[in-house]
């Protein structure tokens, strides 16, 4: 719902690492209750996957400020390059 509704690019980015924790939870739980490993494997793997998402976003981020001055997800459509 925070993507959806938000027009910040910093609450855009935060709201896809909490969707990225919640599947990782979920995975977590699954692999507790048929007790498996593989939900603590695809954990690990959503992790740094989030790890990644987070650097090149925020260097997106920081590079869209630097140009517009603003963070309106409105204003990025207006970019042309």
Known sequence: M????????????????IMLNA???????AGAR???????????FILSM???EVSVGLAFV???HKRQLALD?????ELRG
């Open 2 to 17: 925070g993507l959806l509704t938000r027009r910040n690019l910093i609450f855009t980015l935060m709201s896809i690492e």
């Open 23 to 29: 599947s990782g939870l979920a995975f977590i739980g």
């Open 34 to 44: 048929w007790a498996q490993p593989d939900g603590q494997i695809m954990f690990l």
């Open 50 to 52: 989030a790890a990644a």
């Open 62 to 64: 920081l590079l869209y």
């Open 73 to 77: 997800v409105d204003a990025a459509s």
